[in-house]
T-cell receptor
Framework: AQSVTQPDIHITVSEGASLELRCNYS??????LFWYVQSPGQGLQLLLK??????LVQGIKGFEAEFKRSQSSFNLRKPSVHWSDAAEYFCAVGASRGNKLVFGAGTILRVKS | DAGVIQSPRHEVTEMGQEVTLRCKPI?????LFWYRQTMMRGLELLIY????????DSGMPEDRFSAKMPNASFSTLKIQPSEPRDSAVYFCASRGLSGSNTDTQYFGPGTRLTVL
């Protein structure tokens, strides 16, 4: 069965600093991987996805993620965080492109000025 | 595009009452998903439909929960009777055709349900 681990429940970074959110997955075959962001009281917005090909994936809002099969990881990065990035971030894995996603517990990002 | 539309956005009801949550997927999408989000259990997939047909309802917690998709533009999630432990945010998501550029789940804003 698929599973996703996001080891950090909360992360606080200073505005302008770099960010890395960790995601480890468990899945026997080639995974389909996603990062979503949720602002308070809002639904989930897709940041980026990995299906195949280049292991470094670019997304919206300046985010990128790198798929590392050897480490079963799909960490999310941003070189310079803005106060508007404060939100909860979810990593998800699927056996196919869009069906039956399994989500991690989420990481809450706080940005201090 | 209006995105996925859910109604109501907030629902407060008393234990034992019937609750119906509604979802309008993005036009042209052929898959629809219902999720529940709680602090304790995170985001859980309850059920999903392809072409209006339920494919996997293994996440539906018990018989008090039922979901329908009578046509491509409308789905309901019903809880009867409701219990306090059903309090959660319920999300609907839709997905475009497999292999298309909309072949990803797009989420609605959610319905916050409180059962007293």
């Amino acid at each position: 069965a698929q599973s996703v681990t996001q080891p950090d429940i909360h992360i606080t970074v200073s505005e302008g600093a770099s960010l890395e959110l960790r995601c480890n997955y468990s899945y026997g075959a080639t995974p389909y991987l996603f990062w979503y962001v949720q602002s308070p009281g809002q639904g989930l917005q897709l940041l980026l996805k990995y299906f195949s090909g280049d292991t470094l994936v670019q997304g919206i809002k300046g985010f990128e993620a790198e798929f590392k099969r050897s480490q079963s990881s799909f960490n999310l990065r941003k070189p310079s965080v803005h106060w508007s990035d404060a939100a909860e971030y979810f990593c998800a894995v699927g056996a196919s492109r869009g069906n039956k996603l399994v989500f991690g517990a989420g990481t809450i990002l706080r940005v201090k000025s | 595009d209006a995105g996925v539309i859910q109604s109501p956005r907030h629902e407060v009801t008393e234990m034992g009452q019937e609750v119906t949550l509604r979802c309008k997927p993005i036009s042209g999408h052929n898959s629809l998903f219902w999720y529940r989000q709680t602090m304790m259990r995170g985001l859980e997939l309850l059920i999903y439909f392809n072409n209006n047909v339920p494919i996997d309802d293994s996440g539906m917690p018990e018989d008090r929960f039922s979901a329908k998709m009578p046509n491509a533009s409308f789905s309901t999630l019903k809880i009867q009777p409701s219990e306090p432990r059903d309090s959660a945010v319920y999300f609907c998501a839709s997905r475009g055709l497999s292999g298309s550029n909309t072949d990803t789940q797009y989420f609605g804003p959610g319905t916050r349900l409180t059962v007293l």
